[in-house]
């Protein structure tokens, strides 16, 4: 018997609380229209197969009091006169709210409209586009809310302040907090702010405090120099240096390479060599390399994992500085090293439009798990299809040695 129960009318009803249409309701009472509810009734057959479970099945529907039944009236041809419902309908707001328990939490909710509106009518105007697209997320920072509007409402009253988050003093409001909620903060000053407020540029989680105008962490640089010659004066022969963006753009020493490398191991072993610095990359993202106007003038080598993502670190190196070449990420490091291979889980699948001609090749060819063997030799056939990795840390170290000294 598949008739309308009251759980399906309570299941029909918090479909639409999980929509928002019920707390939309309550921000602007003229969206609620009366709701008409499925619902399935026993046919003629069964009034004449099944009455006795007719009769257990209408009162508990009838039962059912934030609902109206429009019934109709038929002449069955073993009952004769006989009333079924043909319609239900939710007809108020407070009606759809009772049947699925939701009271409490609509009461909630249009307390935090009223302390919204009592607090800063202005405000609550900016805010309102986003109230009306995210109600239940609202709701369920009911409790944060007071804190959050404290937090736009003093950057509308200081916009861009140029200090750091934990220096933003307000009641209850920390820098941990501002940092939670970044995602949600970020929604709410980008409707409440001027646009000469915002840096459109930035975005994302990393790029909230730039964007609204505060100071942020700077970034840093770590490098090791690997010229003696090049030492700077004060320090101890490991010349293991971390500098902030700033200072290493204005870094003066005479230096003719630099080598950006991604394995930590591979930076603190790497080999010394005349007017030459290593860089300990980060995977993706040179944004601190960006400002260092010297690093044009040097030969700059990446040298990253052989797999999808090594070039696609290498594409993006490439950006800030176009010049730089790939190291030890070619034909002949991969087949050298063949018993190293792991296969790449996820490869990176989009296009890299920086990289050279024979660097693309190697790349797709990687992807596709398809690298063609050497003249000379037959390995081990490798899966059909498998991505191909060739971390840096499993290459052999007198072949590092070997390329470097070719340079």
Known sequence: MNWTRPADLRAQTLKLWDKGDLLRALIDPALWQPKRLRLVVPGSDALG??????????????????????????????LGASSLPAECWLDTLPDALALIGKTREARRFEALLQ???????????????????RPLLALDLAIEWPRLLAVVGWLKANPRPGIYLRQVDLPAVDSKF??????????????????????PDASGAGGFCRRYGFKDKPLRIRLRVLDAALALPGLGADQDITLTQADFAQLALPVRRVFITENEVNFLAFPGLPGSVVIFGAGYGFEALSAAAWLQCCNVYYWGDLDSHGFAILDQLRACLPHAQSLLMDMSTLHAHRA???????PAMRQLTRLSAPEAALCQQLVDGEVAAPAAGSPTPWPTGQAIRLEQERLGFGWVQNALAAL
């Open 340 to 346: 190293q291979w792991v296969p790449e889980p996820t």
């Open 178 to 199: 501002i940092e939670s909620q970044r995602g949600v903060l970020a929604e709410l000053l980008d409707l409440c702010l001027p646009p000469d407020a915002i840096d």
């Open 115 to 133: 302390s919204t509106r009592a607090m800063d009518a202005a405000l609550f105007d900016c805010l309102l586009p986003w109230l009306r697209k």
């Open 49 to 78: 197969e099944q009455l006795d479970a007719v009769r257990a099945w209408l009162p508990e529907l009838q039962a059912v009091p934030q609902v109206r039944l429009v019934w109709r009236a038929f002449t069955h041809r073993l």
